[in-house]
């Protein structure tokens, strides 16, 4: 029983940062009906942003530069590579960002290395027990900095001017252009905020995912918790992201170790096959 | 139905296709030439069985390397174990591909465009992790060596020891599924996989069989790719599993994307793209994942129908100009 609840916690830790990778995804899908599958590898280049800036000064300023930063890269690329093609069919953006995320590994192999890095846990990872159970500071600061993350996004798509333009876009595009709304600015101010969003989850999990160009793979995992939970759904993508976390990490108690590493992906096809609307009963039809 | 061979097509066809079968048998030709074409060769197969699913159909697949896998290690396998002989091995490996991928078809019948994205990348990773740890049959990361293919028993008939030999092989099996191919999206399945692609809601309406169409897409798609990965393994006497990871599902992506969408002829090009950019490249190793993306990234926003389809606007536009012609002379 202690292994499971052992398993469990771990799971929880791990699936935060799937959950974390998904918000930065679903924000953009939601608002923009882009599918940007470069979204994991934005979130590996703000890792290694980090990894250089941490080099040469505190911590704190570090992260705040690294936020930054990646949000103006989130805008550059809205506005460099998805804006122009912005209008074309699914299958064309799809292909498109899969284009972007190999040219952003590719940069972070060229600029940084292609090998895999050390990074510096901002917590420590040392574990201490409650009980039988082993936490460590970092999986705990990962879970609450994630929900911390959450409860503002709520907020500000709740009470902001800016987070109810966004609703509308993401409604009826046409409808709150006629409103006034600055349909393109939305965009932008999206991408930025998902950008910053991948660089918290980036910093965060690159000392347990490693540090690397291909770092950014994760985000398949996320795919899993999405599909799991319901597509486009946030609560639901959360939740599917814990579940898929804790079902990769109960899987090695039952199942030969190898199983662990495609887990997530066994479960993504199952979703598909039996229930496609995932848990919260949410299927995007349009595309 | 349209006949495939017109004499039209048959002029430009056949001095090609005598170069083709004429220039490697030169004792001056160097292996290593006959081995890029037979790559072409193989690419090609690759390219026309992606391009029914991905290109007429619009099924996006980004886990097309675990069917070329699938087709190889089933090829290998086969032959390494003493099981059947290569000729016959070949095609199990297309048919057991294929049944995979219309097992894949079942759950991504209900599903629409991203979601089957994010199915085939998912079991792209099953595969490439499956072929890894099961290390009893697939030798894991270590890969296996594959025999000699033979057109015949074991080790009687034609054993195809070199190159040059397996080359024509692998030309006619090139001919044989471009010829099959141009068969299939000629005729009334290839104009159903295209209504499909143009709107789903439309061709049902119009009594286009989604289920079996999309099934038979796939399907074929799969049996392309894994005939072309027995042929791969074959060519490279030796398969190990870090050859079939998502980057070469990308590549394979990108190889369509620049030879242009449901096009037999862009497939070709498409298939010659991908064997000269690594070769060219084979000193700036790292810097391929980047050119592939910005090559990838230029062609769908500026050229997206591929080389073929830059072919094809250009001999409209010279149509065009030359009806107009014949119509002033005519005032």
């Keep these: 029983m202690e292994d499971v609840i052992q398993a469990v916690t771990n799971g929880v830790a791990t699936g935060s940062i799937y959950a974390l990778a998904a918000l930065a995804f679903i924000i953009i899908f939601k608002s923009t009906d882009v599918i940007n599958f470069a979204q994991g590898d934005m979130m590996m280049i703000s890792a290694f942003i980090s990894f250089s800036l941490l080099q040469v000064m505190p911590t704190w300023a570090a992260v705040i530069l690294t936020l930054l930063i990646s949000g103006a890269f989130g805008y550059g690329l809205e506005r460099g590579v998805i804006r122009p093609i912005m209008d074309t069919p699914v299958f064309t953006i799809v292909i498109a960002t899969l284009g972007l995320a190999s040219v952003l590994q590719g940069g972070a192999g060229l600029i940084w290395t292609f090998d895999v890095v050390v990074y510096p846990p901002l917590f420590t990872m040392d574990a201490f027990k409650i009980g039988n159970i082993a936490f460590t500071p970092l999986s705990l600061w990962i879970i609450a900095i994630s929900m911390m993350i959450v409860a503002a996004l709520s907020l500000f798509f709740k009470f902001t001017k800016m987070g109810t333009a966004m609703r509308a876009v993401a409604q009826n595009r046409t409808a709150s252009s006629l409103m006034g709304i600055g349909v393109k600015n939305i965009f932008s101010m999206t991408f930025i905020i998902s950008a910053s969003i991948g660089a918290a989850a980036g910093i965060l999990a690159a000392p347990i995912l490693y540090l690397w160009p291909a770092m950014g793979l994760v985000l398949i995992k996320s795919f899993a918790g999405i599909i799991l939970g319901g597509f486009g759904s946030i609560p639901g993508a959360i939740v599917g992201c814990m579940i898929i976390g804790a079902a990769e990490n109960l899987s090695v108690l039952y199942l030969p170790a190898q199983f662990k590493h495609i887990f997530a992906y066994i479960i993504l096809l199952a979703v598909l096959v039996i229930r496609p609307s995932g848990i919260f009963g949410v299927m995007i039809k349009k595309v | ?331």
């Design chain 2, 1 to 331: 139905m349209e006949k495939v061979i017109t004499k039209q097509s048959l002029k430009w066809m056949l001095p090609i296709i005598i170069v083709l079968l004429v220039v490697p048998a030169l004792p001056f030709v160097l292996d290593y030439y006959v081995f890029i074409l037979s790559l072409i060769g193989v690419y090609t197969i690759v390219a026309i069985g992606f391009n029914i699913m991905t290109g007429y159909t619009g099924l996006i697949s980004i886990g097309h390397a675990g069917f070329f896998a699938i087709g190889a290690y089933t090829a290998a396998i086969l032959v390494d174990r003493g099981l059947v002989p290569f000729i016959v091995a070949l095609p199990i490996a297309g048919i057991f591909t294929g049944v995979i991928g219309f097992l894949l078809a079942l759950p991504c019948l209900r599903l629409f465009g991203m979601y089957i994205a994010m199915a085939t990348l998912a079991f792209g990773f099953i595969v490439e992790e499956t072929v890894l740890q099961l290390n009893a049959i697939t030798g894991g990361h270590q890969g296996i060596a594959v025999p000699m293919p033979t057109i015949g028993g074991f080790n009687s008939g034609i054993v195809m020891d070199s190159d040059k030999k397996f080359y024509y092989f692998i030309l006619a099996m090139t001919l044989i599924f471009i010829f099959l191919a141009i068969n299939i999206v000629r005729t009334k399945y290839g104009r159903a996989f295209l209504a499909i692609r143009e709107s789903e809601i439309a061709a049902s309406t119009m009594g286009v069989d989604l289920t079996k169409y999309k099934t038979m897409s796939f399907t074929i798609s799969a049996f392309y790719t894994g005939i072309a990965g027995a042929l791969f393994g074959n060519l490279l006497h030796y398969i190990a599993p870090n050859a079939f990871t998502i980057f070469l599902s990308f590549q394979f992506l990108v190889m369509i994307v620049v030879g242009g969408f449901a096009s037999v002829v862009g497939s070709i090009m498409g298939a010659v793209f991908l064997t000269a950019l690594p070769e060219f490249m084979s000193s700036l190793q790292e810097w391929q994942i980047i050119v592939f993306g910005l090559i990838l990234l230029f062609f769908i926003i500026f050229v997206p129908y591929g080389v073929a389809g830059l072919i094809k606007g250009i001999q409209y536009k010279r149509a065009l100009k030359a009806m107009a012609t014949s119509e002033q002379e005519i005032q």
